[in-house]
């Protein structure tokens, strides 16, 4: 109980103190939509993933403590710049996931239900990974399985322009004005349909709330492939798996 009082007052004191002004002048960003979302209970917030900032800038614009999933690898890092790594992402209430690991992805999603249910709202990623080139992928499904199991509804968030302020493979912070923008909410009942099974429920919601997550942003939507997967192929020099090219998503703006 200490650790989590500690990391709420770490995660206020870098919001309000130290980290979060500064990013108010550095990159200035513009909010709609956020008076959607209830002032009180727990819900899920579905963004689009462009640079690691953007777990900071939707934290720092929303007026409640958010917590997210985060890949593990952001709290294993070596030697002092990896224990300060950890503990600023303990401390803004970074919850770690190992994404090829069954029983920890069970566990993290544990903790998402129980958050939930004591009436806290949490950030996820459906796509699992940072887009490797700013275009919207094939969403995950377990935002989904956590939203049909609490009954929480899920919030579109498109993070718009966080990869030219924070490039990918850095953590520089550029000046350049960042965006956040909140849709309509999704709610998981409406995926509760006595034909479908478990895992067509969550198909089906993860697929309206990626292609809101496409309107929203504006982005290129590409829903046939993972971007865990293209990522892989692109760092392995093989190209762009056939049908994943640029100019092949589909295009709602």
Known sequence: MWIERATNS???VLKYIFIGPWLRLWNRPKTSGLEKTPAEGGFLFASNHLAVM???FLPLVCKRQLMFLAKKEYFTGKG???FVQKWFMLGVHQVPIDRSDKDSQQAALGTALRVLNEGRPIGMYPEGTRSPD??????KTGLARIALESGVPVFPVAMMNTNRANPPGTWKVYPVRVGVRVGDAIYPQDFQKPEWDEYTAAREMTSVIMESLARLSGQEYVPDFYAADVKKQLAAGEGYPEGA?????LHFN
């Open 134 to 139: 700013g275009r919207l992928y094939r969403g």
């Open 54 to 56: 953007d777990s900071f």
């Open 10 to 12: 770490i995660y206020w």
């Open 245 to 249: 090219e640029p100019g092949r998503g």
């Open 80 to 82: 002092f710049v990896g």
